[in-house]
Each structure stands twice: as structure tokens, then as C-alpha cells.
């Protein structure tokens, strides 16, 4: 049976990249049969075609480490070293969202782990998987070393997480271990998505083992699941979506698969549907397209007038459905047609999982899946298709130097190349730069967790690695400083990436809350940036970058000397280098994005 587009979509066979495998490569130790617990936990990784491990070391998994590296020969998983263990787990993000499959992590004991929580947090809100391998100090008291043993081994490690995973375990032989290593990568990767711990007890790896564990046929402990709905659900949705006057289709999440890309198109076309899409997420449907609407920022209490005749509103896998339907007033008179999994993980700590929305048909699926069928119950073109007209980008030059000074001189020295935008910042406006593929956007940290942005970007530029695709990183410097050493893991495995640092020299958002406080206060606005504004000295991000053996621009302080350093930059990328290009742009947001934030309710 050939799967459907999307099973097979995050399933795709990974493959290591040359460049990076030429990297560290250790003295034959000659080892070719598992003699410790940490060798059938390598084996175990080693059969799932995991390419890479990101870890920051540590002495609780020192058996795993010594048998990935002198048991497998560092390859298969080859380990990506970093600088701290949030950008260890946000380089596996950034992998996933490329790819769509769990790359793996580990960190050390309790500590390694609370260092790498946020990152969790964040691929557990973007639904993307994550195989997180941790440790523990001797479970048995008896063979703890004195102090630290004691300090780094915890009750229930796992605890840490729980919350924000899909499963984590704590196994407790060789034979636990390799399962729990399968039915957690197997849980990760399965639709919702999601990150798994598994905690490997420090004794548990060192120990010899005492026999050989018979093999097992690993695929016959992965079956793909592919969920469609029901035939007549879908012939249900596909007659209210007939039926309509005007429907609305929030393109939510979904993979990168370009088929599936396509189906959504065609759906909108056979519709004649208004699209909305978001840029918390992948781009999901191209944003010049006749029939593509904006943005959440573009729907303004004005522009709702423009949905006014939405009789249907389509949901595939919106991140939050009742937030959206608020644009209709307190109770929307449109049909609401939800295609999610989500429910499935949602649980009761995170409230990441939104309002409750009202829905009156529900069909609890992958979108990706039920969009070909919902367009063969629909058929081609049941309604007349809007006549394309690529929305306008305002290509005029804006004053001062903004943010959208930086997308203007993106486009023009990127021009049609194939690029991936890897992260955006939060003021981006998604009418800057027009997505015309599914890796042309991969999302942003999901979690709002400031910080993510350039790990994820190293990730995401790995698994770009080989296919032409530039992979830029447009991050707030607020976000580049709380993640800049993830620049260092780039350059070191030679993954080329280019960052563009939107350098406000503020965490300006904040900025804006403050500014909202003191008017609702009738106190003095202008103290908005004491504590916010990170000046005097203002830290010289390209020299950072410089610092971590990165190609470094700027400070560029004027818009006429952007597009040249740009270019040079990309010519540094594509000669395989890290560049970090630092634009000093003024503090400020755009007029929609400071009225979608100020506006009552944030
Ligand atoms: C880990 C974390 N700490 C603090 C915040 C609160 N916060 C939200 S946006 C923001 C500012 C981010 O600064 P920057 O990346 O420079 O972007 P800017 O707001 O200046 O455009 C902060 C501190 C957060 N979301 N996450
Ligand atoms: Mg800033």
C-alpha cells in the first residue's frame, strides 16, 4: 500500500551530510559486539537512521557518550556538539521542521535538562518531534559517588518535562532501554508531533551486559500511522463547503510535503475560498496567491469587513481556532469545520492548547490527508476561480530604518533565488516577503520562548544542507544573544547559514507593554525603555559571530549600505560560511503590528 502524502512527507530517509561526516572522526577501537548497557542503547539509535545526536557533555551519560563514540565511531549518530543545551534541543527543532522527523538530543542528568526545558517547551507548542536522551546518577544510592552523584540524580527526572512531552520513560535494563529508544521515537514522530525524554540511569549504561539481546526487525516496531477520516465525515464537510456562500480556509499546520502544498491550492481554487495563514507555523499556502487574505495581523477590526460574508469557516489544524473565530464578534453565525489531531496531547498543565472552539463538524485527522479527499468529493472547479492577481508587495522606501528596510533589501538581493527563511521575528510583517513554496517558511519557536531562534535556524540549515536552498535567519537581537552559541556548532560542522540580526538594541516588545501600562496608568511613557534597552554599551553582535569563527557585517547603520553587505554575506554562505550580518535598525514597530498588540485583550 503506498502511503498517503504526508506519511510518507515525514518519513523521508535522512541522510547524513558528507561535509559533517568527514568531521571528528575517532581512532578505530575495534569493537564490534555491544558489551555494555550504553552499546545496545548506540545500536538501538543506530537502527533508527538517526544522522546526528546534539548534546552538551556531561558525566551521566559518559557510557552513552564513550559507545557513540568508540562503539559506533561517531557516525549514525554523529554527535553535534553545543554549547548549551537549549541550543542542543533547538538545533533538533530546526531539524525537525525541515524534515519532519525526530533528530536526537542528549543532555546531562537534572541540570542539563533544566537548561534545556525552554527548548522542549518550544518543539512541544510547534508540534515538532524531538528524541531527548538524558541521564541519571546511579539510581541505586549504594553506587553513588560522594556529592555530586547525589546532587545530579532526582526522584523523578522526567517530572521536569512531563508536562510539555508526548512520553518519557525511565528504563531499567538493556532490553527497556531499546525498547524505550523505539517507542519514543516512534511516539515523537507520530502526528501530533511532539518531543520524548528518555532517562537513561548512569549504572544502567556502564554495566556489562549480561547476555546479547536477540535482534529485533525494527520497521515491524515503526508502522507509519496515517490518520484519515471517516468517508462519510468527509462527504458531510464536502457538502457544507459546497454549500457556502463564502468560505474561509485558516491553512494551519502542516508538513513541508509539496503534494500536500498543492491539494490545499486546489482546494482554495475549487472553493474560491479566502485564505488566511500564520507565521507562527510553515508557510502553508503561497502568499501571493488571488485568493490568500494575510495574515492574523492583517485582520484588523476594519478589515473584517472583507469576511463579512463568510458563511463557512474551514480549520486545518489552525494553532488557535477560537482566537480566530473572534474576529466574527463574541458568537460567529459561520459553520465551523475543524481537521485536527491536536486534542489527542492536549493535557491539562499547558494551555497550549487555546480557547474551546465552538465546531460543528469535526474531523479528527491529518489535514495533509483529508484536503486530496475533501477535494475529490468537491470536485475541480465547482466555482468560478478569482483571476490572479499576485498581491503587491509595497516596494516604495520607507522612512527611518526599519525592519522592513531589511526585507526590501532581502528582495533585492535575493531576488527569485531559492531561499528558507528559518526564523522571522516576532514585528515581522508577513507582507514583506512572498512564500511561494513550503520550505520557503518553517515557523517560528513555537512556544514564545525568546532564545530559540538561532538554534532552530542551525538545525533547520543542516537538514537544508545539499538541497540549493539558502537558509536565512532574521533574529531580534534579543533573541540572537539569549541563543548565540548556536553559531558556534554551525561553524564547526560547516553548516552554512546567514544571519540577518534585526538589532534593535532593545527587548522592544517589552517595550511596548511598558508603554501600555503607563497610559492605561496616566504615568510617564517615556520610561518605557529603562530595563528593556540593551545600550551603553551596545553589544556588537557581528563580532559575536566574528567570535565564533563566523564571517561578520556591520554594525550597518543605514539603509544604503544594507544590500551590499547583504551581498557580500550570501557570497560568504554560499562559499560555505556562517555570516552574521548586525543592522542596527531603529527601535519602533510597524503601525499593525503595534495595534495588533496594544489592542484590547493583549
Ligand atoms: C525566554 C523568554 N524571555 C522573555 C520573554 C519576553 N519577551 C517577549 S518578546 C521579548 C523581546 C525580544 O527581543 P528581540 O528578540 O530583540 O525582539 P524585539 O522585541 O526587540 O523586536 C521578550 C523579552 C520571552 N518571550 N521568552
Ligand atoms: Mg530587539
Redesign the pocket.
Known amino acids: 500500500m503506498t502511503p498517503p502524502p504526508s506519511a510518507t512527507a515525514r518519513a523521508k530517509p535522512i541522510v547524513a551530510d558528507p561535509a559533517v561526516a568527514g568531521l571528528e572522526r575517532p581512532t578505530p577501537a575495534g569493537v564490534n559486539a555491544p558489551g555494555f548497557g550504553s552499546d545496545v542503547i548506540a545500536d538501538a539509535l543506530r537502527s533508527l537512521d538517526i544522522p546526528y545526536i546534539a548534546l552538551t557533555p556531561g558525566a551521566s551519560y559518559r557510557g552513552l557518550h564513550d559507545s557513540i563514540v568508540n562503539y559506533l565511531g561517531n557516525t549514525k549518530p554523529q554527535m553535534l556538539l553545543c554549547l548549551h543545551e537549549e541550543a542542543a534541543v533547538a538545533i533538533a527543532h530546526g531539524y525537525a521542521k525541515v524534515s519532519g522527523k525526530a533528530m536526537a538530543t542528549a543532555v546531562h542528568s537534572n541540570v542539563g535538562l533544566m537548561h534545556a526545558t525552554?527548548a522542549m517547551f518550544n518543539a512541544w507548542c510547534d508540534r515538532m518531534p524531538v528524541l531527548v536522551l538524558g541521564a541519571t546518577g546511579p539510581v541505586d544510592a549504594v553506587k553513588r559517588r560522594p556529592w555530586i552523584d547525589w546532587i545530579h540524580t532526582a526522584r523523578d527526572q522526567g517530572a521536569l518535562i512531563r508536562d510539555y512531552t508526548k512520553w518519557d520513560d525511565q528504563p531499567s535494563s538493556p532490553g527497556a532501554a531499546r525498547e524505550a529508544i523505539l517507542r519514543g521515537t516512534w511516539i515523537a514522530n507520530t502526528v501530533p508531533q511532539g518531543p520524548v525524554y528518555i532517562n537513561f540511569d548512569a549504572e544502567l549504561q556502564e554495566a556489562k551486559v549480561a547476555e546479547q539481546l536477540p535482534p529485533i526487525e525494527i520497521e515491524r516496531y515503526m508502522p507509519p500511522v496515517a490518520t484519515a477520516a471517516p468517508a462519510e465525515l468527509v462527504r458531510q464537510a464536502a457538502a457544507v463547503l459546497k454549500d457556502a456562500k463564502q468560505v474561509l480556509i485558516l491553512a494551519g499546520r502542516a508538513s513541508r510535503d509539496e503534494t500536500a502544498w498543492t491539494a490545499r491550492i486546489a482546494l482554495a481554487e475549487a472553493l474560491n475560498a479566502l485564505v488566511v495563514s500564520d507565521l507562527k507555523i510553515g508557510a502553508s499556502f503561497p502568499t501571493d496567491h488571488p485568493l490568500y487574505f494575510g495574515s492574523p495581523r492583517a485582520i484588523t477590526p476594519d478589515s473584517v469587513e472583507g469576511l463579512n460574508n463568510v458563511d463557512v469557516v474551514l480549520s486545518l489544524d489552525w494553532v488557535d481556532l477560537a482566537g480566530a473565530l473572534r474576529w466574527f464578534g463574541p458568537a460567529p453565525a459561520a459553520k465551523v469545520i475543524q481537521i485536527s489531531l491536536d486534542h489527542r496531547i492536549h493535557n491539562g498543565w499547558s494551555m497550549d492548547h487555546q480557547g474551546l472552539p465552538p465546531v460543528d463538524l469535526l474531523l479528527s485527522a491529518d489535514p495533509d490527508i483529508v484536503v486530496p479527499e475533501l477535494l475529490k468529493e468537491i470536485g475541480k472547479s465547482a466555482k468560478p476561480h478569482a483571476v490572479p492577481s499576485p498581491r503587491k508587495i509595497a516596494d516604495k522606501e520607507t522612512v527611518g530604518f526599519t525592519?522592513e528596510h531589511i526585507a526590501r533589501a532581502l528582495r533585492k538581493v535575493l531576488s527569485d533565488r531559492a531561499v528558507t527563511y528559518t526564523h522571522l521575528?516576532?514585528?515581522w510583517d508577513d507582507s514583506w516577503i512572498v512564500f511561494r513554496h513550503p520550505l520557503d517558511y518553517v515557523g517560528s519557536d513555537g512556544g514564545?520562548?525568546?532564545?530559540?531562534?538561532p538554534g532552530i535556524s542551525v538545525g533547520a540549515a543542516l537538514a537544508l544542507k545539499g538541497s540549493g536552498r539558502l537558509p536565512v535567519a532574521i533574529?531580534?537581537?534579543?533573541?540572537?544573544?539569549?541563543g548565540v552559541t548556536a553559531v558556534w556548532t554551525a561553524v564547526h560542522y560547516k553548516i552554512p547559514l546567514l544571519f540577518v540580526l534585526?538589532?534593535?538594541?532593545?527587548?522592544?516588545?517589552?517595550?511596548?507593554h511598558q508603554e501600555r501600562m503607563a497610559r492605561m496608568r496616566n504615568r510617564p511613557v517615556e520610561n518605557k525603555w529603562i530595563g528593556?534597552r540593551?545600550a551603553d554599551p551596545e553589544v556588537d553582535l557581528a563580532a559575536m559571530g566574528r567570535a565564533q569563527g563566523a564571517v561578520g557585517f556591520g554594525p550597518i547603520i543605514k539603509a544604503a549600505d544594507l544590500a551590499p553587505a547583504l551581498e557580500k554575506a550570501v557570497a560568504a554562505v554560499d562559499a560555505g560560511q556562517v555570516a552574521v550580518v548586525d543592522v542596527r535598525v531603529e527601535?519602533g514597530?510597524t503601525a499593525a503590528m503595534t495595534a495588533a498588540m496594544t489592542r484590547a485583550g493583549n
Open positions: 525552554m525592519n521575528p516576532l514585528s514564545g520562548g525568546v532564545g530559540g531562534g533574529c531580534g537581537d534579543g533573541d540572537f544573544l539569549m534585526a538589532n534593535n538594541r532593545s527587548f522592544y516588545n517589552d517595550e511596548l528593556q540593551m527601535p514597530y
